[in-house]
């Protein structure tokens, strides 16, 4: 068994908003997508998907981009990120999932899932108060997403010492001092892409960049 981590997929399966408009990186994703995923993911594998899964505005136009995640290799760990418009409440989506036979999936938000001893949680963060886009309307999505990263990270902390904290924004030092309170082992996070991610310095061997454009859309071995 092993853990890895893609973000940032934006699959434009069930709307018609492909991502080729951002550069030729993006010519093809989808089958890019699919075949790093096959050629390096196993079945017994966890995959986590840190937000923008999906183009879709709503649930429902988010299916086909679902069947295709559920095609794909592995168990699927996904946690919200900024573009992710179609995300409903916990029992809307997963009501969603068993209506169309989705069966490899699983939500991240406000709780933990045990992967054979690895605790695995998820929150989407914000934009840092130190970003010079930051704005008074941001304080309060920024200190509500703190809270809903730590109240993952004491679910976790409850199933497993070894924990994985998946981010969809950088995190921030307040974020970083949250996630080194429960000794997490690897921080994973998306959110940036071309130049932004190719500029941005991590901050230690902890935490990972895993944007899929960044990845060359292959998914990133975590444990």
């Not at 169309?100 to 045990?114: C, E, G, P, R, W």
């Not at 934009?127 to 200190?143: T, V, W």
Request: glycine share 4%; charged share 30%.
């Amino acid at each position: 068994m092993a853990i890895f981590a893609l973000s940032d997929l934006h699959l434009p399966l069930g709307i018609d908003k492909p991502m080729d408009i951002f550069g030729v990186r993006w010519d093809n994703y989808v089958e890019k997508i699919e075949y790093e995923w096959k050629r390096t993911v196993s079945e017994e594998d966890y995959v986590i998907i840190n937000g923008d899964l999906s183009w879709a505005t709503y649930l429902s136009e988010s299916l086909a981009d679902f069947k295709f995640v559920e095609s794909l290799p592995g168990k699927k760990l996904i946690s919200k990120g900024n573009h992710d418009y179609w995300w409903e409440t916990i029992t809307k989506m997963n009501a969603f999932l068993e209506e169309n036979d989705i069966k490899s999936v699983t939500f991240m938000q406000n709780n933990a899932v045990l992967c054979d001893g690895v605790a695995v949680c998820g929150a989407k963060g914000w934009i840092s108060p130190s970003d010079k886009a930051f704005k008074k309307d941001d304080e309060k999505i920024y200190r509500r997403e703190l809270i809903r990263l730590e109240t993952s990270l004491k679910a976790a902390a409850e199933l497993s010492d070894t924990i994985i904290a998946a981010l969809h924004y950088p995190p921030d030092d307040n974020y970083m001092e949250v996630i080194n309170k429960y000794n997490v082992v690897r921080c994973v996070f998306g959110h940036l892409h071309g130049k932004r991610a190719e500029d941005f310095r991590l901050y230690d061997q902890k935490y990972a960049l895993v944007s899929a454009d960044f990845l060359k859309f292959a998914p990133k071995r975590i444990i």
